[in-house]
């Protein structure tokens, strides 16, 4: 019967902002722009990161990590997303929702490991600076870059699997913009309790050990930052780490906000909490990689120099 039930459904309806049509078309040019500034913010990162060697660095290789990671992961949904203000079909096939899902997964648990990483990385290079080099060699940072898409990819083949294995009794409409597993699971007409606990182990493994990994990082470099006696010192010293630290606030704050606001009780305003849901969630999907180049590259002159030494070759070599 579950099968039965479950083959029955071969398409999804993603109802996103549907109940509102006058939002529709302001979204579809934000969101638009949005996206194009990702594309080109983070494709520059890496580019400047493989083409200058000054940036031949764990930190940048990691950053350039973190770029593609953006751009995978909102172009799973969003090309997507915006094809559904320009028609009235607002469907997605249940192959497509399962590639969508597994990627959003993978995306977001490869990046709570990879921000982990970094902060170890700059734990490093401030609290241990002479042992550095030896630390953070190639043979230590790349397999740690790897082991973060690993995990990341596992976690999401798990979750992805239990819950497009479920059985679906005949309603197929999402009520999100994309393929997102809590609205999917609503859905199912089958226990989903071995869902939940391995969503609930996930999620430790996935955000509460990372910032707590990051939590403690940090500590140890601000302690190490208030002991350098010039003032010019310290502040070199948190400048390195400070676009990192505010992409981790950004990235778990939007989260933290996401999932531990308090819900409405009472029906009248269930619809307002779905819909700012929504828009919260399109902030963390969208925002979130949009704002990561630009506070990399505004708070960083060695990518800023980057950039200008590519442009520059590219216009004598034009000139030429």
């Known amino acids: 019967m579950g099968k039965t039930n479950q083959s029955s459904v071969t398409e999804f309806v993603l109802l996103g902002l549907s109940g509102y049509p006058e939002l529709e078309a302001i979204y579809f040019v934000l969101v638009l722009f949005m996206y194009l500034v990702i594309l080109l913010g983070n494709g520059v990162i890496i580019i400047v990161s493989v083409c200058d060697s000054h940036l031949h660095t764990p930190m940048y290789f990691f950053l350039s990590n973190l770029s593609f990671l953006d751009i995978c992961y909102t172009s799973s949904s969003i090309p997507l997303f915006l094809s559904s203000f320009l028609t009235t079909k607002k469907t997605i096939s249940f192959s497509g929702c399962e590639v969508q899902m597994f990627l959003s997964f993978a995306m977001g648990a490869t990046e709570c490991v990879l921000l982990s990483m ?141 999932y531990a606001k308090p819900k409405a009780k009472d029906s009248s305003g269930a619809d307002k909490v779905q819909v700012t849901d929504k828009i919260i969630s399109l902030f963390y999907g969208v925002v979130t990689p949009m704002l990561n180049p630009l506070i990399y590259s505004l708070r960083n002159k060695d990518v800023k120099a980057a950039v200008k030494n590519i442009l520059c070759q590219k216009c004598f070599s034009g000139g030429k």
């Open 118 to 258: 970094m902060a170890f990385d700059r734990y490093v290079a401030i609290c241990n600076p002479l042992r550095y080099p030896i630390i953070m060699s190639k043979n230590s940072y790349v397999p740690m870059a790897a082991g973060s898409w690993i995990a990341g990819g596992v976690n999401s083949m798990l979750q992805t699997s239990l819950a497009m294995q479920l059985p679906f009794c005949g309603d197929n409409v999402i009520n999100h913009f994309t393929c997102e597993i809590l609205a999917v699971l609503k859905l199912a007409c089958a226990d989903i309790s071995i869902n939940v606990i391995s969503m609930v182990v996930a999620n430790m493994i996935f955000l509460v050990v990372p910032v707590l990994f990051i939590f403690i990082s940090y500590v140890f470099i601000l302690s190490t930052i208030l002991r350098i006696p010039s003032s010019e010192g310290r502040h070199k010293a948190f400048s390195t780490c400070s676009a990192h630290l505010t992409v981790v606030i950004i990235f778990y704050g939007t989260i933290l906000f996401m």
